[in-house]
């Protein structure tokens, strides 16, 4: 059974989820051992339209961990879920998901019809992708690379005002996901 958290900040003009997860697709459902989340149901629950999300910050491209970045439409086609957003990612993240190695290709191709390169495919057009080891992706919000289990993952750095967190995605497993200082 697998383990994911995502994170939700907002303000006046922005709406940023990081990790959008597995998403809700069978194959999702069956490879989490999970029931039936769904994460528009979890942000509609908390006031927040899909279309009202601003950026998506994928910490890598695995999966687990951007598979809830489409959705399937009643026509059977995959859209992506948030059609506003801006999705950024890692360029060596993007690499290695688009050309995985015998040792992670399991984390990419979850079956023929969960995988990322179907995933990024999907979002392609709304896919940014940063370069270095500290981006500043939005005011106040930094991808720092990391390079933990697979190339390009990066952890979310954001010091905006009196709020300061640290989000580690999956480089550190915890409740929670990320690591609160001031």
Known sequence: RLFHQSMLMRDESTVILV???LGSSEEAM???????????IAL??????????THVLLTNLQFPTIGGSVVLDR?????PRFPKAVYIAHH??????????LRTRHLYCASET???PQVIKV???QLQLVEGDDNNVIPGVNLIRTDGYCDGQQIVRIDRGATRVIYTGDLILDAV??????
């Open 44 to 53: 509609r629950q908390n006031g927040i339209p899909t279309k009202s999300v």
């Open 19 to 21: 990790d959008p997860g």
């Open 75 to 79: 026509d059977g086609e995959w859209l």
């Open 114 to 116: 969960s995988n990322t």
């Open 92 to 101: 060596s993240s993007f690499t290695e998901a688009m050309q995985p190695s």
């Open 123 to 125: 979002i392609k057009n």
């Open 30 to 40: 069956e490879l989490a051992g999970a029931g039936s989340y769904k994460m528009s």
């Open 177 to 182: 996901g990320n690591v609160h200082f001031s």
